[in-house]
């Protein structure tokens, strides 16, 4: 019965009236305290590490740029459709127009 569906009022309240006590598996003996609500079992998030977020972003962010400029083909871009011709690129290596 360790199925986040048990932590429901009704059914609770159904199984008190059948007789039954919640159980601390750990303790190994009944415990009179009822499943805390949701808000109460909400846990803090994780760590946030703001070094690695910086370089995780920095990273993310010069892809973003690459693929945006270039059209740098991955695995969640279309593969371009064999009828059409691909264009000529109008920005020469430094990102300037012909």
Request: hydrophobic share 20%.
């Amino acid at each position: 019965m360790a199925d986040k569906g048990h932590s429901s009022k009704a059914i609770r309240i159904w199984l008190r009236r059948k007789g039954h006590r919640p159980h601390d598996a750990r303790a190994g003996r009944s415990d009179p305290r009822p499943v805390p609500a949701r808000q109460q079992r909400r846990r803090r998030p994780p760590a946030f590490d703001r070094k690695s977020y910086k370089r995780r972003n920095v990273v993310r962010r010069c892809f973003d740029r690459l693929r945006q400029w270039r059209g740098i083909a991955t695995r969640t871009t279309r593969p371009p459709s064999p009828t059409r011709q691909p264009s000529p690129s109008r920005h020469s290596c430094c990102g300037r127009g012909n």
